[in-house]
Structures are given as structure tokens and as C-alpha cells.
């Protein structure tokens, strides 16, 4: 439950009662998706709505936390990443939901930080580094580059940029485009490789407002990043421990029927099998994979749902490859949290005990994104380990010998490439696309904004807080 | 002009110092800071790619930090020695000693950054000194003016007037060195600037600074209310001593007035 009953049974509710006006029922809301779009969506809707309601949330699997997971090692109980490895702290610039909720929660913040880029078998780390490898003159373009993306997007721009749309001080078009000319091959490649395996897509794939924007993390001065310790998971089990909705693990729901001038259907398929239930709101937390396979009955909302599904359909790919090996990189790696490869088309290597100062062992997770990652998904584990092993900078090749253990992850399809889509909708457009046939079903996405955790946070503080005020008002109706 | 805390000009130590262990081609440079102190410095080149040696280099180099820097006192919180491995290059810092285990092309670089750090180190480390021997005395000092020289009337003693210039110089002292204790991080990073942010970090240089700067403030405050305590003893003091003047004057007048009409009437 939402609101649990006796905690918010207030005059309205007592008179219906007292006149046997039992049928006047809370409001009953299905929030569909237990990852963290769905459970911020649920924690907001629960403090920020002030009437009674009845709160559902219907989960396909059998755990809650979508990409967020922090599975184990099984031969020695030693967690890592397999899905969000980082948070993004915009602290630097302004207030952050994401960072003020982890940390409301009592959870711990961990910094993150790493500058290697691996390119050309050459790891560039700093703008001496680069200058050794690619020539004084890359330096003066970098540092051209660098005056230009900063001009072109400020911190204060960066982060308004998921609420408002794309940046306007970035020109339209592909990322790739922007990059400016003439920047030697190597330069080129070395941006790329830095940026790409936050993108999950090549630079001429995606926006230039999203290339800049996925530059320009690196600088401390837009934001930093940090992890939870003891795991990023931490956060969906602090989030599930609060909540106080009805959970519906393994029931995954597969059609939304649309009633005439009434509540919507859904109909799921659960432990108890297929079955269906009446809401009178719904909130798809979704990633757009999902909300593909979901189908849509009544002519105008199948029309509108279409319609949102065609604006953000532009899929990325992630695959990770963790191998646990019994020796630490770090004392290669220092503090480093991870450093860039530019293999697969750019992808990152994280070193998750970088944040353990002292461990014996290593983890060490590769991070593959976009065409490469699609492809390399139909490998088979075994292959795709010796794949990434072949990367190993000479430094860690060492670490190949000593692994223990090995872990696969694919995540095809899972994230967005351009985010919110190439024209920027309005807020309202983009939450609630089938608005006038079906006002009171929301969709909840990191997509909508920036492909994560903060835009899912975004996203499901604009849901709730607009359910909120609709309960509110179905209240004052029925009062 | 220098200032009194600039390192002099670097100059070489006979190589029977190196340490053993080390491979030939590496130099100390000692930097001398004055008052018989000094901050040596340790360069050890290693050919490119060597990482596994630089690594087992770095953990002899850290040895003879440590064992050079055994005397020096370090603030809570701050290691005794740091080892900082850095993209294949490591650099190590004690209070007295440092080592830059690089690249030959990177030595000096890195080198510069290690001893400008610690030159900063330095000098935030003798404030906090100087700041511990003046916390010992604020609250002896500022019951002798409050408490006592309320009681005896005496004028403050030229030893609190010394401690309250010892907090002024101690909080003007920090506020140099503030800009190089929070010196934002650069970006795009050069090696020197990714070196001074991590000695930064781990030294807890930016806590320290804020620990020193809140406890400057807190005794610059007391000794200016002990100075304020103390002047407005003195314009009391002066204050009372005119009104007795006062009172003497009127009591002459009357008393003259007295004279004349007692010297009319007899007059008469
Ligand atoms: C490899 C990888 C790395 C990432 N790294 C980062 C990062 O470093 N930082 C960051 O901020 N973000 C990162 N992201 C993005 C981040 O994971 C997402 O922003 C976040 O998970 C989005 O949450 P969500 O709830 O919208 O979707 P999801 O996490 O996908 O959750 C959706 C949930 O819905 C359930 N579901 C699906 N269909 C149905 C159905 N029909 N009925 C019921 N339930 C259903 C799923 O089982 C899942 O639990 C990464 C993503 C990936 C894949």
C-alpha cells in the first residue's frame, strides 16, 4: 500500500464510511518496473502524496533493481558491479536529488576517479603524456578543443541540459561533426576513446549536446563521480526496506487495456498465472526494450504509445566481462577506479578495489559499449574473456594469469543513445504521451533525460509529483 | 624578494648517499629550507614500461623516507609517508625525504611538484606547530587578562600582546598558503597537477588547513576580546583617575570660594 490506510484515513474517508459508501476505495496505482525508475517512483509518490491510495508495483523478475546488481564471486563471497558501476555527483554545479536521496538513505558515497586513456598501445593520462605520444601540436588542439567544449556547454548548462532538452549552446547533429577540425587522427581517437564507453554508441550516432556532455564529465569542475560502498545495490535494498507498496515479484505484465472513461486494465502473467486488475493510474518504468514488448489495446493509446516509442527507439549496447583474479592491480593502478581502453571501438576497464585500499585481490570489469558490444554479445563467455584479456594494457598483463573467476553481463539494447531523442520534448509530453486519451498513464525512463540514474530519479520525481496532485484532485472529486 | 620559506637553490649531495638498492644514474638533491632544515630528494630514472620494477623500487624508496623522516611529527590524520603510484611513475613523500621513482623524461617534472608540495606541507605543518603552542597558552592568557587584570588593575602583559601578534601572523600565514592548500583540480590534468592533487588528498592537506584557519580564528578572536577587555580597563582606569581630578578641582574652587567669603565678611 501506497499510503498505508491508518495512517491517512482523514474526514472525507470517515464520511463515506459512516454513510456505508464503502465503493469510494482509495485510488488504486500500478507502478510496472522494480528497477530504480519504479522504486524512485514509488518512494517519491509515498512522501510527496497527501490521500489515501493503493500502490502496486509489478516486477518481471524475481529481484528488484533492473540494471542496478551487485552479484557475488561464488568462490570467494567478492561482490562487483554488473550493471551501473558509477553515480554521477553534480554537486560541483547545483543540487543533486540522486546524491542528497543516497545519502538520506545512510548510505556511503565513495569517490571515483581515473584519467588513463590506452590508445595507440600508449596510455595517455595527462596532457604531458599526450604530448610525448601524439606531439606538442595535439596538446595546443586539445587544448583548443577542450576551450571549445567548455564554451560550447557550461557547468551551469551541462546541468540543466537533461531538464531542458539538448544544450542550445551546442550546434545540432551528430557528435562526430562537432568535433573540431582539423584534429589529428590520434587526438581524434583519443576523445572517442575517452567518451565511448559512457555513450554505448560511436560519436556520429549521437548528439553533439550528449558527445559534449559525455566529454565534459571528466571535468571535476561538471561533476564527479562516487560509488556506495559495499555496492551499489545498497541503494535498491534501502529503497525496498521504506517502501510501502504492495511488491509483485515475477509477474510480469504484458498488455495495458484501455477502459472507456475509467480506470485502465493490466494484464499480467504472475506465480499465479495470467490474470488482469483494474488501476486508476499506471506508471510504466520502463527501459524502451520493455516498453516495445509491451502491448497497448484501445486504437488512440496503442497511436500515442507509437509515437513515444518511435521519438526515443535508439538503442545502445553495454556488455560487461568481470574477471576476479588473486592479485590487486592497484599497485599499477594507484588510485584509479578505472581507465579507458581504446579496444572495442573505446571501452572502460574498471578496478573495483580501487576503492579497497589494501585488498589481495583484483576486479577488474570491462565496460564494452555500443556496436561492439551488440556484436560481441553473441560470443560465448569463455570467448569473450580471452577477448578482453587480450586487452590488458602490458602493465596488468600479469593479472591474466591470475584470474579466478569470470562473469559475463549482457545488456543489449538496455540504454539510450539519444537520450530524450533528437528534438527535446516538453516535460509533460514526454511522461505522459497519450495525455488526452489516457491522462493518468505515465512513463517514467532515464531516457527521457541522460540514459541515468539521475534522469531515472528525474523522471520519477515529475511522475509522483504530478500523481500526487492528481490523487489529490480525484480526492476532492469524490469528497 | 624571497621569502623566508622559498627552498634555496638545489644543490647536489656526493652520491655515497644513494641508498642501496638503487639503480646507478639516480641523484639526491638536497633542498635546503633554512633554521638546519632540509627536504631531500631522491630521483631515480627507470626506462619506460618498467612498471614492476618502479613498483618494487618504490617500496625501498618509501623505506628510506620513512626512516629519514623518523623525528618529524606529522598532524593527526596525515600518514607518516605516502607512496603514490602514477601511470607507471611513482613518487613518494615523508615529511623530510621524498623520492620520484619516473621516467627520465618525467623526473623533473614530477620532481617540481613533489617539492613544491612539500615546501606547502612545510610550512602548513609549522603553523599547525605554532598554532598547538599558542592554543596552549589562550586560555592561560586570557584568564590573566579577564580574570586577573580585572582584579589587580594592571595593564596587560607584553607576553599576551606577543601571542595575540603570534595568532595574527599565524592566520595572515595560512591565508597564503590557502590558494595552494584548495587550488582547484585542472583540467585536462598535467602530470604535476595530478601528482599535487593526490599528495593533497592523501595528506588531508585542504582538512588540515580548514583545522589550522578555524583555530587561528578562535584565538585571534580571544586576543582581540582580551585586547578590547584590556583597553576598555585602560580608559576606565584613566577614567576614574579624571573624575578624582575633577573632584580635587571643585573641592579646591569650593574651598577658595570659601576663603573669599569668609575674607568679605571679616572685611566688613
Ligand atoms: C551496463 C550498464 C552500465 C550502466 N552504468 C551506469 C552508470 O555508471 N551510471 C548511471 O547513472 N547509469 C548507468 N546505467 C544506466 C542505469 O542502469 C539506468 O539508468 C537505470 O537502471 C534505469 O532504471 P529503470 O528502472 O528505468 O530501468 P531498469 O533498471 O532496466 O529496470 C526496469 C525493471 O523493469 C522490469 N521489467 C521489464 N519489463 C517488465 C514487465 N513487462 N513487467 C514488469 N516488470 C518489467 C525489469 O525486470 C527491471 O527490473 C548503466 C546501464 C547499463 C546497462
Given at each position: 500500500m501506497g499510503k498505508p490506510m491508518n495512517r491517512t484515513v482523514d474526514?472525507?474517508?470517515?464520511?463515506?464510511?459512516?454513510?456505508?459508501?464503502?465503493?469510494?476505495?482509495?485510488?488504486?496505482?500500478?507502478?510496472?518496473?522494480?528497477?530504480?525508475?519504479?522504486?524512485?517512483?514509488?518512494?517519491?509518490?509515498?512522501?510527496?502524496?497527501?490521500?489515501?491510495?493503493?500502490l502496486n508495483l509489478f516486477e518481471g523478475t524475481d529481484r528488484l533493481g533492473g540494471k542496478v546488481l551487485t552479484p557475488v564471486f561464488s568462490t570467494r563471497g567478492i561482490r562487483y558491479e554488473?550493471?551501473?558501476?558509477?553515480?554521477?555527483?553534480?554537486?560541483?554545479?547545483?543540487?543533486d536529488p540522486l546524491r542528497d536521496l543516497v545519502e538520506s538513505l545512510g548510505l556511503h558515497p565513495v569517490g571515483l576517479?581515473?584519467?588513463?586513456?590506452?590508445v595507440l598501445e600508449k596510455r595517455i593520462a595527462n596532457l604531458d603524456d599526450l604530448c610525448d605520444t601524439l606531439g606538442p601540436d595535439a596538446r595546443k588542439k586539445m587544448a583548443t578543443f577542450d576551450n571549445w567544449a567548455r564554451s560550447a556547454m557550461t557547468p551551469r548548462e551541462f546541468y540543466t541540459s537533461g531538464t531542458d532538452g539538448s544544450c542550445h549552446a551546442a550546434q545540432p547533429g551528430p557528435f562526430h561533426q562537432a568535433l573540431p577540425g582539423p584534429v589529428g587522427n590520434g587526438l581524434r581517437r583519443y576523445i572517442e576513446t575517452m567518451i565511448h564507453s559512457d555513450l554505448a554508441t560511436p560519436a556520429s550516432k549521437t548528439s553533439t549536446a550528449y558527445g559534449l556532455q559525455n566529454y565534459?564529465?571528466?571535468?571535476?569542475?561538471?561533476?564527479?563521480?562516487?560509488?556506495?560502498?559495499?555496492?551499489?545495490?545498497?541503494?535498491?535494498?534501502?529503497?525496498?526496506?521504506?517502501?510501502?507498496?504492495?511488491?509483485?515479484?515475477s509477474t510480469r505484465v504484458e498488455r495495458v487495456v484501455r477502459a472507456e472513461n475509467g480506470p485502465m486494465r493490466l494484464e499480467f502473467a504472475g506465480p499465479e498465472g495470467p490474470q488482469s486488475e483494474a488501476f486508476d493510474a499506471v506508471v510504466l518504468a520502463l527501459p524502451l526494450e520493455a516498453l516495445k514488448r509491451l502491448k497497448f489495446q484501445g486504437g488512440e493509446l496503442s497511436e500515442a504509445m507509437g509515437r513515444h516509442i518511435g521519438?526515443?527507439?535508439?538503442?545502445?549496447?553495454?556488455?560487461?566481462?568481470?574477471?576476479?583474479?588473486?592479485?590487486?592491480?592497484?599497485?599499477?593502478?594507484?588510485?584509479?577506479?578505472?581507465?579507458?581502453?581504446?579496444?572495442f571501438g573505446g571501452c572502460c576497464l574498471y578496478s573495483e578495489t580501487a576503492i579497497e585500499p589494501g585488498a589481495r585481490h583484483g576486479v577488474l570489469g570491462w565496460l564494452i559499449g555500443g556496436e561492439a558490444a551488440e556484436q560481441m554479445s553473441l560470443l560465448n563467455d569463455q570467448a569473450l574473456v580471452s577477448e578482453v584479456l587480450n586487452t590488458l594494457p602490458p602493465s596488468l598483463a600479469h593479472l591474466g594469469g591470475r584470474v579466478v573467476e569470470s562473469r559475463v553481463h549482457r545488456w543489449v539494447g538496455a540504454v539510450s543513445a539519444v537520450p530524450g531523442g533528437w528534438d527535446s520534448l516538453p516535460e509533460d509530453r514526454r511522461h505522459r504521451p497519450a495525455a488526452t486519451?489516457?491522462?493518468?498513464?505515465?512513463?517514467?525512463?532515464?531516457?527521457?533525460?541522460?540514459?541515468?540514474?539521475?534522469?531515472?530519479?528525474?523522471?520519477?520525481?515529475?511522475?509522483?509529483?504530478?500523481?500526487?496532485?492528481?490523487?489529490?484532485?480525484?480526492?476532492?472529486g469524490n469528497g | 624578494m624571497m621569502d623566508r620559506n622559498d627552498p634555496q637553490p638545489l644543490t647536489a649531495v656526493p652520491d655515497p648517499e644513494i641508498p642501496a638498492g638503487f639503480p646507478s644514474g639516480s641523484a639526491i638533491r638536497r633542498i635546503d629550507w633554512g633554521a638546519q632544515r632540509a627536504f631531500d630528494l631522491l630521483l631515480v630514472p627507470v626506462s619506460e614500461g618498467q612498471e614492476a620494477e618502479g613498483s618494487s623500487l618504490s617500496v625501498l624508496a618509501r623505506e628510506w623516507a620513512t626512516t629519514g623522516s623518523g623525528g618529524s611529527q606529522v598532524a593527526a590524520g596525515c600518514p607518516g609517508s605516502v607512496l603514490i603510484p602514477l601511470y607507471g611513475n611513482h613518487v613518494v613523500w615523508s615529511p623530510e625525504r621524498g623520492a620520484v621513482i619516473a621516467e627520465a623524461g618525467r623526473l623533473d617534472t614530477l620532481a617540481a611538484a613533489l617539492t613544491e608540495f612539500a615546501q606547502c606541507e612545510r610550512r602548513l605543518r609549522d603553523l599547525e606547530q605554532r598554532g598547538d603552542s599558542l592554543n596552549n597558552r589562550v586560555e592561560t592568557d586570557a584568564a590573566s587578562i579577564l580574570v586577573a587584570g580585572e582584579a589587580t588593575d594592571q595593564p596587560p602583559r607584553g607576553g599576551v600582546q606577543g601571542s595575540q601578534l603570534e595568532s595574527i601572523s599565524i592566520r595572515a600565514e595560512l591565508s597564503k598558503i590557502a590558494p595552494l592548500v584548495h587550488a582547484p583540480v585542472l583540467h585536462p590534468p598535467?602530470?604535476?597537477?595530478?601528482?599535487?592533487?593526490r599528495l593533497r588528498d592523501r595528506t588531508r592537506l585542504a582538512e588540515r588547513h580548514d583545522l589550522a584557519t578555524n583555530r587561528a580564528d578562535f584565538a585571534v578572536q580571544v586576543y582581540e576580546a582580551c585586547g578590547q577587555r584590556a583597553f576598555d580597563a585602560k580608559i576606565a582606569r584613566r577614567q576614574s583617575g579624571l573624575e578624582w581630578a575633577i573632584l580635587v578641582i571643585l573641592l579646591g574652587q569650593m574651598a577658595l570660594m570659601l576663603v573669599e567669603i569668609l575674607s568679605s565678611r571679616t572685611g566688613q
Open positions: 474526514a472525507p474517508l470517515i464520511s463515506q464510511i459512516r454513510q456505508g459508501n464503502l465503493a469510494a476505495k482509495p485510488p488504486r496505482v500500478a507502478i510496472v518496473g522494480g528497477g530504480p525508475g519504479g522504486l524512485f517512483t514509488a518512494w517519491n509518490l509515498e512522501h510527496q502524496a497527501d490521500s489515501p491510495f493503493e554488473a550493471g551501473a558501476a558509477e553515480f554521477y555527483d553534480y554537486t560541483p554545479v547545483g543540487e576517479a581515473g584519467a588513463g586513456v590506452h565534459l564529465m571528466n571535468d571535476p569542475a561538471y561533476m564527479r563521480l562516487y560509488r556506495i560502498a559495499g555496492g551499489n545495490e545498497q541503494l535498491i535494498r534501502a529503497l525496498a526496506e521504506r517502501i510501502s507498496a504492495q511488491v509483485r515479484l521519438h526515443h527507439d535508439h538503442p545502445a549496447h553495454y556488455l560487461r566481462v568481470t574477471l576476479l583474479t588473486d592479485q590487486s592491480p592497484q599497485p599499477i593502478l594507484g588510485d584509479d577506479g578505472y581507465l579507458m581502453l581504446d579496444a486519451t489516457q491522462p493518468s498513464l505515465l512513463i517514467v525512463g532515464d531516457y527521457l533525460y541522460d540514459s541515468t540514474l539521475n534522469g531515472a530519479l528525474e523522471s520519477a520525481e515529475y511522475a509522483a509529483g504530478w500523481l500526487a496532485a492528481h490523487l489529490q484532485s480525484l480526492r476532492a | 598535467t602530470a604535476a597537477s595530478q601528482l599535487a592533487e
